[in-house]
C-alpha cells in the first residue's frame, strides 16, 4: 500500500525520473507550474535524468518543454512513439486490419468520438469544433480524413476513443475484449486508448533504462491513472498522486500531494535537498 511519509525516504540512489503529465505534473487546467524548469535545472546538475511519459501527442509534449527539449526523453501516446533529441528511438505501429476492426465498432456506439493517433499526426473524421477545442492540449496536430476505413500514409501508434459520460461504461465494454492481443487501457475518465500488446509507458520505460543503463531501484515514476499501471512496476520509488485513480494507488509504493499541489515538484526538492548534503 502507497505511504505518504515522503519526507522520511532516502533518494540518493535516484538517476532517473519520470513523469506522467494530466492530472500529474500539470495543474488541471492544464498548466504547469514555472518554477518546474527551475527545479529541472537542479536536477539536472546532479546527473539525474528525466523523461515525461504521456498519452499526448509529442508535439504537444515538445511545446511544454520546448527550452528542454534536447535533455529529456519524450515517451508519447502512451509509449507508441518514444523520441530523444529530435529523433524517434522506437515506434510501435498497429496492424491496420484492426484499425478497421475497432472503427466500425465505435461507430456503433452513441455519441462517442475516434482519433487515429499518428507519429505526423492526428487523424479525425468529422469536424466538430467543440470536441476539436477539447483535444487541442492533447493533438495540436491533426488532420481530416473522410473515412478511417481508407489507408492513410502514416504510422499509426494508438487508437483513442473518447465518450463524455464514461469511458469504463460506455467504450471498454465494447473493446475489452481485444485485451488478450492488445493493450487497452482506460486511460481518463473519458478515453479509453489501443494500442499494440506492449506499447505501454512501462515498455518504453524499460527501453530508456536499458539505454541507460539505469535500474528499477535506481527509477523514480508518477502517475495517476491506469495507463500509468506498468510504469508503477518498473521504477522502485513509485508515486501515485493523491488524485489517482484508486487501482493506481493500489500499485504505487508511495503517495504524492495530488497534482495541483505540485506533489511532483515537492518530491523533486526532496531530491535536490537530500543530494546537496
Known amino acids: 500500500m502507497p505511504q505518504n511519509k515522503t519526507n522520511m525516504k532516502n533518494y540518493k540512489n535516484v538517476k ?44 504537444s509534449l515538445f511545446n511544454i518543454f520546448k527550452e528542454i527539449q534536447n535533455d529529456i526523453y519524450f515517451i508519447a501516446e502512451n509509449g507508441g512513439n518514444v523520441v530523444y533529441q529530435g529523433k524517434q528511438q522506437f515506434v510501435q505501429e498497429i496492424d491496420p ?35 476539436e477545442e477539447h483535444i487541442a492540449p492533447y493533438y495540436p496536430l ?42 487497452v487501457v482506460i486511460s481518463g475518465k473519458h478515453w479509453v486508448d489501443i494500442s499494440v500488446k506492449n506499447s ?6 524499460k527501453k530508456i533504462q536499458n539505454i541507460l543503463q ?25 508515486f501515485a498522486m493523491d488524485n489517482a485513480h484508486p487501482l493506481l494507488k493500489e500499485k504505487a509504493r508511495f503517495l504524492a500531494s495530488s497534482n495541483d499541489e505540485d506533489g511532483v515538484l515537492k518530491i523533486l526538492k526532496d531530491i535536490i535537498e537530500q543530494k546537496n548534503k
Open 16 to 59: 532517473l525520473i519520470v513523469t506522467d503529465m494530466d492530472g500529474t505534473l500539470l495543474h488541471s487546467d492544464y498548466t504547469l507550474n514555472p518554477l518546474f524548469f527551475d527545479i529541472y535545472n537542479q536536477i539536472k546538475t546532479l546527473g539525474i535524468s528525466f523523461a515525461v511519459a504521456s498519452g499526448r501527442q509529442y508535439e
Open 97 to 131: 486490419k484492426i484499425i478497421k476492426e475497432v472503427v466500425k465498432i465505435i461507430r456503433l456506439i452513441p455519441n462517442t468520438e475516434l482519433i487515429l493517433c499518428g507519429v505526423k499526426s492526428a487523424y479525425i473524421e468529422e469536424s466538430k469544433p467543440e470536441f
Open 142 to 183: 491533426r488532420e481530416l480524413v473522410s473515412d478511417f476505413l481508407k489507408p492513410i500514409n502514416d504510422q499509426i501508434v494508438k487508437i483513442a476513443i473518447y465518450n463524455p459520460e464514461s469511458s469504463e461504461d460506455n467504450i471498454f465494454p465494447h473493446v475489452g475484449y481485444l485485451k488478450d492481443k492488445f493493450q
Open 200 to 205: 505501454n509507458k512501462g515498455y518504453a520505460l
Open 214 to 238: 539505469v535500474s528499477k531501484e535506481e527509477t523514480m515514476v508518477f502517475g495517476d491513472y491506469l495507463n500509468d499501471i506498468e510504469m508503477m512496476s518498473n521504477g522502485y520509488y513509485s
